[in-house]
């Protein structure tokens, strides 16, 4: 097989686990929607390396085993720091902004498969302001799951566009948090440009965001949804921390997600992120912290969505009981994520679950959706309340009906094709 | 033999039907235009009566026609026999029409029995920022038993349109594959197979 033809392996070195989990589930989005194949590359040499402009030593040296001569380099770099780039290098803003990365993923794919520069393709090293470092994580730190400190049951919180979006004020009891300086990394994001779902932790340096905080938060809506018959909430305040079991079902025995420390959706790269701007909704249904035009309108369906493809990426993760069988009550809106019902298989899975009730593996085999996708499209409509999930029953003999053609068929697939829709594997 | 085959497009006033059709068609839509004499309702100089006429032909011979269907009542005498063997409909809404349910239910009771199929799919332009809008149109079909996909669209964008078919296109396969699996589906039209000559 030609090199033209082998995937483009994507790596971080230097980078936090969080980042790393960004330009993964990036990676999973592009899947299947460009020419070029792209995969995350856990080990070994990589084609392109995602890596801060500035290094340790320890990073130089890990750094070292995973380049070849062919290796570009995607440099991240602190707002407001200028680098040389060598030939052939990117430069992108830190934090990762997705719309960024798929720039610089656009001219590398034009140049693939690379050629060794011309130059001497030498790691750029800046001196200072040093490159941000990796998580607390990723340096031995633990983060609790927020629902196991019962303090944090009742807490007061309130989403707003600032950085330290979800704040406590007190402690149920009455204590009062000091007062926690902002993150530095996130000091520089232009306000309204990043959603930051998390508690601020004054315990902690600066902003400890959670993204199961965020999963409690969609669950609630869920549990609201269902209660109303399907009718949206209109501003009902929701406890996020009431539901929470659910997100530790869901990822149960999943500790590594723990290590992302902050949800962001840049509404540069997500056309839609302006709809997160869209409901406003108090949390806990206590006086706010940040008052008035600082709350925000969130569409909590499109948190769905984002926390499905950040989340939801294999079957085991959906929790779903063994051999359950499956019905969706309706379809989602595809109109707004027209991307994902392009995937081969998801527009199909769709219709057969709206039609007919199946196994998890007979939608599976059917629809021959990759299971990241369905497992996406299944965790959207759970989280929604579309997914009707039932026990199976005992096989009965089923009385077939009679074969009898529509007489469409032969007709859909050549219109398919003069339109350019077929969905016949290449 | 060439066969025919007809796709409907409906909706009222200002939806976007002929838009739509342009999107797809292989001629440019033959469209019956005159001057809109209801203004004050819509603010659009020609608007279409009767129908909009577009047509695809596929490499084996067989056509495609394409018809617009607009939503003026004295021309609702025509709307069955368009209905008649029709592979589907795309219905599309103006959310920002007065009122939007009202239009659309008179393509709901019209052509309830192509639509129960599930042989359609629904287009809602012009939403609303507001938080739950398309969930009305999906329980305004629902109600009438129609469980079709409901989508968010805008119809000047060629890619919406082939989002709508595309779908459409799942749903009538999905369709056939009941039929051959046995599993359980909706009631289904069972008066729809290709015909040699169009019934319009």
């Given amino acids: ?426 | 033999m060439p066969q025919e085959y007809k796709l409907l497009f409906a909706g009222g006033m200002g939806v976007g039907k002929t838009t739509a059709i342009s999107a797809i068609s292989e001629i440019p839509p033959v469209s019956t235009d005159v001057a809109n004499s209801d203004r004050e309702a819509f603010d659009k100089a020609l608007t279409t009566v009767t129908l909009d006429y577009g047509r695809i032909t596929l490499p084996s011979g067989d056509r495609l026609r394409l018809y617009g269907i607009p939503g003026q009542n004295r021309f609702s005498f025509m709307w069955g026999m368009l209905e008649q063997g029709a592979m589907g409909m795309v219905l599309l809404a103006d959310a920002s029409r007065p009122d939007p349910f009202a239009e659309l239910d008179i393509f709901l009771k019209a052509f309830g029995r192509l639509l129960r199929t599930g042989r359609a799919v629904l287009g809602v332009g012009r939403l609303p920022s507001q938080r739950g809008e398309l969930d009305k149109y999906v329980m305004r079909l629902a109600r009438r038993k129609i469980k079709i996909p409901v989508f968010s669209v805008d119809v000047r964008e060629k890619k919406d349109v082939l989002l709508l078919l595309d779908a459409l296109f799942t749903q009538i396969e999905v369709i056939e594959e009941d039929y051959r699996s046995g599993a359980p589906s909706e009631k289904t039209d069972k008066t729809h197979s290709g015909t040699n000559e169009s019934t319009v």
Wanted: aromatic fraction near 6%; hydrophobic fraction near 40%; proline fraction near 8%.
């Fill in chain 1, 1 to 426: 097989m030609s090199e033209a033809r082998l995937p483009i392996r994507v790596a971080c070195s230097g980078l936090g686990n969080s980042d790393a989990f960004i330009v993964r589930s990036l990676l999973r989005i592009l899947d299947g929607r460009r020419g070029q194949s792209w995969v995350f590359q856990e080990e070994g040499v990589a084609d392109i390396i995602i890596t801060p402009s500035a290094h340790k030593d320890t990073d130089r040296e890990r750094l070292a085993t995973r380049r070849k001569p062919t290796s570009r380099f995607i440099f991240t770099v602190p707002s407001g720091v200028t680098i040389d780039l060598k030939e052939g290098a990117q430069a992108v803003h830190y934090p990762l902004r997705a719309s960024e990365l798929l720039e610089c993923f656009d001219r590398l794919e034009s140049e693939w498969p690379f050629k060794p520069p011309s130059g001497v393709a030498k790691i750029v090293v800046l001196q200072t302001p040093s490159a941000p470092g990796p998580d607390t994580e990723a340096q031995g730190q633990t983060t609790l799951p927020l629902w196991s400190d019962p303090r944090l049951t009742q807490a007061p919180v309130t989403i707003s566009q600032m950085p330290t979006d979800l704040r406590l004020s007190q402690m149920p009891d009455g204590s009062p948090l000091a007062q926690a300086p902002v993150d530095p990394r996130l000091s520089h994001i232009p306000e309204g440009r990043v959603l930051t779902v998390g508690v601020t932790n004054a315990t902690e340096r600066g902003v400890l965001s959670h993204p199961a905080t965020l999963g409690a938060l969609v669950q609630a809506l869920r549990s609201l949804r269902t209660s109303q018959g399907g009718e949206r909430p209109q501003g009902r305040s929701i406890d996020v921390f009431d539901q929470a079991g659910w997100i530790a079902r869901l990822y149960n025995g999943r500790n590594k997600i723990y290590a992302s420390r902050r949800f962001m959706l840049d509404r540069t790269a997500e056309p839609m992120g302006g709809r997160l701007f869209h409901w406003k909704f108090t949390l806990s249904g206590l006086p706010p912290v940040v008052k008035g035009d600082a709350l925000i309108e969130v569409d909590l369906d499109l948190l769905a969505w984002q926390f499905a493809a950040r989340f939801c990426y294999d079957f085991a993760g959906l929790d779903l009981p063994i051999n359950a069988l499956l019905h969706l009550r309706r379809w989602p809106d595809f109109g707004v994520h027209p991307e994902f019902s392009s995937r081969p298989g998801v527009m199909l899975a769709t219709a057969l679950l709206t039609r007919q009730t199946l196994s998890l593996a007979a939608l599976h085999r059917e629809s021959e959706t990759n299971e990241a996708d369905l497992a996406c499209l299944l965790g959207v409509c759970w989280l929604s309340d579309w997914l009707r999930c039932e026990r199976q029953m005992p096989k009965v003999p089923v009385q077939r009906r009679p074969v009898e053609k529509t007489g469409f068929s032969g007709i859909v697939r050549s219109l398919r094709r003069v339109l350019g829709l077929s969905r016949e594997r290449e």
